[in-house]
């Protein structure tokens, strides 16, 4: 019986131990050839792309050539993307895609700098904003960014802002999103314009785009004193005005 379960726990330590020996390294952006998030050169591990066999993405700061740049079509990675401490941010251009079919996260260490896009940015898993309780926003100038779920830690400032393109989840996600709104952590071209949540044109999904300007043409005796004001747009779609 002794030497049957030492077998087996000699067995089972090997199988372990291969295990760990071949568990997925994580890639950390170090940005040594260009600020391109598709060049391999700017990756400790190579670049983070689907069936690359990567743990994590993790996007560090102080890279050689600045922070990382997704300027092409094409670029997916099915691991999770996280944006490291320091300020450090993220940048997708218009006519760049990046389709991260786990989750995007920002401010789980300490303080993120900026996810810029005016791309396409597509997550399969959670848009997790602030995870760690520090600051990290996103700031959407146009293109389109979808996601299966929205998580805002606001507890730093984090947040989202729009200034153009359109924000797209579920429509499980209504009522987290009408609550980050009015609670002015999802805002429009930094809390001067209006957040427009259209619930029809995509029947089972919400779209956010940014509105700007309507504030100005009231009169100031109708928003003064309010926190908020639902103008009606009709067909399920609605705007929310922030007081200045």
Do not use: C
Not at 10 to 35: I, K
Not at 77 to 103: C, P
Not at 120 to 149: E, P, R
Not at 150 to 163: E, V
């Amino acid at each position: 019986m002794k030497s049957g379960f030492g077998r087996v726990l000699f067995l089972s330590l090997l199988a372990a131990g291969m295990l760990a020996a071949n568990a997925s390294a994580d890639t950390h952006w170090v940005g040594t050839v260009s600020n391109d998030w598709a060049d391999a050169g700017n990756w400790d591990n190579g670049v983070p792309a689907a069936g690359a066999g990567n743990g994590n993405a993790i996007v560090n700061p102080d890279g050689v050539n600045g922070d990382p740049v997704v300027s092409t079509a094409g670029n997916t990675t099915d691991i999770g993307v996280y944006i490291s401490i320091n300020g450090v941010g993220m940048t997708i251009t218009s006519g760049g895609e990046l389709n991260i079919t786990d989750t995007l996260v920002t401010g789980v260490w300490g303080d993120s700098g900026l996810v810029t896009t005016a791309g396409t940015l597509t997550i399969g898993g959670y848009l997790n904003v602030g995870a760690g309780a520090f600051d990290g926003d996103l700031l959407i100038t146009g293109g389109t960014v979808t996601a299966a779920n929205l998580s805002i830690n606001t507890t730093n400032g984090a947040g989202i802002d729009m200034t153009g393109g359109q924000l797209i989840f579920p429509s499980s996600n209504l009522g987290n999103v009408n609550y980050w709104i009015e609670h002015s952590n999802i805002t429009a071209f930094g809390g001067a314009g209006t957040i427009n949540v259209d619930e029809t044109t995509s029947p089972g999904n919400i779209i956010l785009t940014p509105v700007g300007g309507e504030e100005e043409s009231l009169p100031a005796a109708g928003i003064l004193g309010l926190g908020l004001l639902a103008v009606s747009l009709g067909l399920g779609a609605r705007s929310v005005l922030r007081k200045k």
